[in-house]
């Protein structure tokens, strides 16, 4: 009787870039990011003309603003250092249930690294040029928009794989709502608050690198005594989704804000009139919308990348 072969285990394939390549992709949008925020302050605070648009968004927001600000305060008062410490809280229990320190600690250098950071960079590294365009001190980053920002990017890094979507495109949206809240109420101008976006973005990604680099969880090695299956990771569908939508959001945003902000730069007086103002102010919020949408969109991406590079993600 002739036995029948049992053909050894299918070697274990991972869907994704590989750990190199997710830790090249947390350094370069974290390098392209703090670009960024150097360009926002050189741009629209180290310029006269900069600050003359920047300052025609922050005018034009007095307009309608008694309507707008009634939403826009109850936004604002959410933020607080008590906001930031219940985050940390919520992060580390999340953590603690997944049993995932790592990511613990990433959420942790985000909300503190990035609210650090802001705070450093707006009172103790950059000036404001006065050149008559509002008070002579620096605003840039904007501190309200880096709290909210920084806490829905720590979310986004301790949660399941399942619920990472969900939490990518509600937080854009909270963060964006915060920032776009500071203008209405005249606390920020756009560039204050696109900076305190990528100054998160930065921290998120560099956060990145702490799943990245760290081993892999013992009980997901394979060896030749215990077959495995080769499966697509939780979460992969709606993460796509969550970021084709956000990338969406970000080109209509940012098509219809540029078209605004050029014709504001292009103004010889962006103070000119009552439609200069409405046009920078359109122009500046929705430039914070594409900014916001696309940093988000990036972030969930990189995050997929550290998980897909064959790094377990814990319970799902």
């Not at 320190?101 to 503190?112: D, F, H, K, P, R």
């Not at 709606?238 to 804000?257: E, F, S, Y």
Request: aromatic share 6%; glycine share 10%; with cysteine.
């Amino acid at each position: 009787m002739t036995s029948v072969q049992t053909p050894p285990p299918a070697p274990v394939r991972t869907f994704g870039a590989s750990r190199s390549t997710a830790v090249a992709w947390t350094v370069l949008v974290t390098l392209v990011a703090a670009l960024g925020v150097i360009g926002c302050w050189r741009l629209f605070v180290a310029t006269e003309h900069g600050q003359a648009v920047d300052q025609a968004s922050l005018e034009g927001a007095h307009i309608g603003q008694g309507r707008l600000w009634q939403v826009a305060e109850p936004v604002l008062d959410v933020v607080s250092v008590g906001f930031i410490v219940g985050a940390v809280l919520f992060c580390g229990a999340i953590a603690l249930i997944r049993r995932r320190w790592s990511l613990a600690i990433a959420a942790t250098l985000v909300l503190g690294g990035a609210n650090l950071s802001t705070q450093f960079l707006k009172k103790m590294v950059w000036d404001r040029p006065d050149w008559g365009h509002g008070p002579d001190f620096n605003t840039l980053p904007s501190g309200h928009t880096t709290a909210a920002a920084s806490v829905a990017v720590a979310v986004l890094l301790v949660v399941p794989p399942r619920a990472r979507a969900w939490v990518a495109v509600l937080g854009a949206g909270y963060a964006g709502a915060t920032g776009i809240s500071t203008l209405v109420g005249q606390w920020h101008r756009p560039s204050d608050v696109i900076a305190a976006v990528l100054v998160v973005l930065a921290w998120g990604a560099l956060a990145c690198l702490v799943p990245a680099v760290g081993s892999r969880d013992q009980r997901g090695t394979p060896t030749a005594a215990v077959p495995t299956v080769t499966r697509r990771p939780v979460g992969r569908t709606a993460d796509r989704v969550a970021i084709v939508l956000l990338l969406l959001v970000a080109l209509a945003a940012g098509v219809a804000g540029g078209l605004g902000l050029i014709s504001t730069w292009n103004s010889a007086d962006p103070l000119a009139d009552r439609t200069s103002l409405l046009t920078a102010y359109g122009g500046g919020a929705l430039g914070i919308v594409a900014v916001t949408a696309l940093a988000f969109a990036v972030l969930t991406a990189v995050r997929r990348s550290a998980v897909a590079s064959g790094l377990r993600d814990g319970p799902s």
